[in-house]
């Protein structure tokens, strides 16, 4: 089956820095989202993006799928901002990465 | 807008008992997923439904079962519960197969 990686881990910002995420995946795409889980375990919806750029607001993401690497750019974070961003393509999610912004 | 509903939101259970978990797409939704995410892991992808049949099958446990009914809620059914099988089960649903999936807020299984 399909692959997901993201990348890094885990990141810890000072409130107002800009991140970007990263998500590899092995095979070719049919659905690719990005979600927030927040602390509540809520998964949050950010973005359905199998190719090309979208923007909405502070957020923005890129999928080059002939490539096969999606990014999450997340500009003048918040600390409402931290949790846990998920990159899923297919049915198949990645590890994560936790983002911490400290104020 | 409406969105996918599941119920219950906590269910406590002791091992060896059974469990139905429930979930109500967003209207017109014909979709449904099931996912399991463990503590403090990814969430994994158990099975899904298509117009009422089954349309792909991940790690579902032969102990679970799912179905998808004629107004499209689906329920999940856990036989001979595992200390193990305590987890978060989300319910998705979507309008079409590879569309964006909406999530519910989980249910939130404990195993005694």
């Known amino acids: 089956g399909i692959q997901v990686e993201q990348s890094p881990p885990d990141l810890i910002l000072q409130e107002g820095a800009n991140s970007t995420l990263r998500c590899n995946f092995s095979?070719?795409?049919?659905?690719l989202q990005w979600f927030h889980q927040n602390p509540w375990g809520q998964l949050i919806n950010l973005f359905y993006?199998?190719?090309g750029t979208k923007q909405n607001g502070r957020l923005s993401a890129t999928t080059v799928a002939t490539e096969r690497y999606s990014l999450l750019y997340i500009s003048s974070s918040q600390t409402t901002d931290s949790g846990v961003y998920f990159c899923?393509?297919?049915?198949?999610f990645g590890a994560g990465t936790r983002l911490t912004v400290k104020p | 807008a409406a969105g996918v509903i599941q119920s219950p939101r906590h269910l406590i259970k002791e091992k060896r008992e059974t469990a139905t978990l429930k979930c109500y797409p967003i209207?017109?939704?014909?979709?449904v997923y099931w996912y399991q995410q463990g503590p403090g892991q990814d969430p994994q992808f158990l099975i899904s439904?298509?117009?009422?049949?089954?349309?792909d099958k991940g790690s579902i446990p032969d102990r679970f079962s799912a179905q998808q009914f004629s107004d499209y809620h689906s329920e999940l059914n856990m036989s001979s519960l595992e200390l193990g099988d305590s987890a978060l089960y989300f319910c998705?649903?979507?309008?079409?197969?590879?569309?964006?999936?909406?999530f519910g807020d989980g249910t939130r299984l404990s195993i005694l």
């Open positions: 998705a649903s979507s309008l079409g197969r590879w569309k964006p999936q909406h």
């Open positions: 095979d070719s795409v049919n659905n």
């Open positions: 993006i199998p190719s």
């Open positions: 899923a393509v297919d049915m198949r």
């Open positions: 209207p017109r939704h014909d979709t």
């Open positions: 439904f298509y117009e009422k049949m089954q349309s």
